[in-house]
């Protein structure tokens, strides 16, 4: 997971490109970058650590241009290192290009190793640097050789490449990441979510349409469909746990979805007795409103959270993210004591976490536990771009629900079934979207995985039917 922003025709670009990467600094924590064009070059500026320390007056200063790409990141390819941080920069037969890339290419070390062979010299880990590559290789109009290497590619991606004279969007066939376009007084504005166009009072104009390629360039856009369709398959846990609740992401407010999937979840659950609905703060904070609207339990912020860790999902290490659960929560005795609760959070990836919170509630004097979990049990990896872990650190992968109630040690454990998250998801309508982190039904091959995905004996990781 990461954030892109690009801005075309604008005098201010770097300065709203900046704004937008504020806008979706949940995204990524680990680096952030801009690049611009100035005449016959681009500029860069890329920092590790959050958007207000790599940034400052000054290097917002020599970003002059009127055209912008940035990026904040995460790593699902490659170290949390100053080499990887994003947008890269290259010099092509081209001409300069810089690209910011949101996504995971599923066949990035097979390429990379034919192109090696081929001679060429990576400068990062990235998957990213490989498009690079294939479109330095490939002759013709910058926009074509795009379109070439991008066919080359599997996986996902939402890809923004910024030129001298161009800002080229692409959006992977099968629609895994959201990318939307937005217009503030004709400039054209282009953002993984729209958190960053509200902030910047900008106008929604469209989503990019799966396997659309958009190229802005002097003040005019032009839309290419140059792939075969692909089955839609929109990440469903952009709904569940990534994206900002001021958000709309394929076409619907995260919020909303939310809240609906709490919902959902109160009516699979009806029964449970309990005092209180407590969220585990804050991407449960919504499906707990929705759970104590369905289920008439009244609603409390037992846990508070401190804004002053990062999120524990995005650490990179096991080691920090233990430490950071700690630092991040703490619950309020007298909210809690006695109190039966309902605790709700929006998913369980290895369990650490949540055992921290259970164990922190019952500290506090909860007499009982009822953890209600607003989507199915993570049973897969993805391969996508999110950072949900190898087989084996997935909670769900390895134990039965009753097992994780057990390891949990709560009176009760429920998972919002898959069917109803996807109803929720869709407003209604649960096609279109990848569930594979649930079910291990991938929409794409995955040729660089099947290796690891495979057990000691040689079979596949056990698929799931939530359902
Ligand atoms: S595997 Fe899960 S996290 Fe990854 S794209 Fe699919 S739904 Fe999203």
Not at 96 to 115: E, Q, V
Request: aromatic content about 6%; some cysteine.
């Amino acid at each position: 997971m990461c954030g892109i922003v690009g801005i075309a025709d604008s005098p201010q670009a770097a300065q709203l490109a900046h704004l937008g990467l504020f806008a979706l600094q949940h995204r990524g924590q680990e680096s952030a970058g801009i690049v611009t064009s100035y005449r016959c070059e681009l500029r860069p500026h890329v920092g590790m650590g959050l958007v207000c320390e790599v940034f400052d007056r000054q290097a917002l200063q020599v970003l002059t241009g009127e055209s912008a790409i940035g990026h904040v990141r995460y790593s699902t390819t490659g170290a949390s290192h100053l080499k990887n941080a994003q947008p890269l920069l290259f010099k092509t037969v081209h001409g300069p290009i810089a690209i910011a890339h949101n996504g995971n290419l599923t066949n990035a070390a097979r390429l990379r190793r034919s192109l090696e062979h081929r001679g060429a010299i990576f400068q990062s880990d990235t998957d990213t640097e490989i498009i690079a590559h294939l479109l330095a290789r490939e002759p013709g109009p910058l926009v074509s050789a795009v379109i070439a290497s991008l066919r080359q590619v599997e996986g996902s991606g939402c890809l923004l490449i910024l030129t001298p004279e161009q800002l080229i969007a692409a959006r992977d066939p099968y629609g895994f990441r959201p990318l939307v376009l937005g217009d503030l007084d004709g400039t054209a504005i282009l953002a993984s979510e729209t958190s960053a166009l509200n902030l910047l009072k900008a106008r929604l104009v469209r989503e990019i349409a799966p396997g659309e390629v958009l190229v802005l360039e002097r003040g005019r856009a032009r839309s290419l469909k140059p792939f075969p369709p692909a089955k839609l398959s929109r990440c469903v846990f952009e709904q569940v746990y990534l994206a900002r609740p001021d958000s709309n992401i394929f076409g619907r407010n995260v919020q909303a979805v939310r809240r609906e999937m709490g919902r959902e979840l109160a009516r699979q659950t009806k029964g449970i007795k309990a005092d209180v609905v407590v969220p585990v703060p804050d991407s449960g904070v919504s499906a707990a409103l929705g759970f104590s609207d369905e289920s008439g339990i009244p609603f409390e912020m037992a846990l508070v959270r401190s804004h002053y860790v990062g999120r524990t999902f995005i650490k990179p290490s096991q080691e920090l993210r233990e430490l950071a659960a700690e630092l991040k929560l703490a619950p309020v005795p007298e909210t809690l004591r006695g109190k039966r609760v309902v605790l709700v959070d929006d998913s369980i990836v290895r369990g650490t976490t949540s055992l921290k919170i259970t164990n922190s509630l019952r500290w506090a004097g909860a007499r009982e536990i009822h953890m209600a979990v607003s989507s199915p049990p993570i049973v897969s990896p993805c391969h996508y771009g999110i950072d949900t872990p190898r087989c084996e650190e997935l909670i769900a992968n390895r134990r039965s629900i009753e097992e994780i109630r057990r390891f949990l040690k709560v009176d009760s454990l429920h998972y919002l079934e898959l069917g109803r998250m996807l109803r929720a998801a869709g407003g209604g309508d649960p096609s279109g979207f990848c569930t594979a982190c649930f079910t291990g039904a991938y929409p794409t091959p995955i040729p660089d995985y099947e290796q690891r995905m495979a057990k000691p004996d040689g079979r596949k990781h056990r698929k799931v039917d939530t359902r």
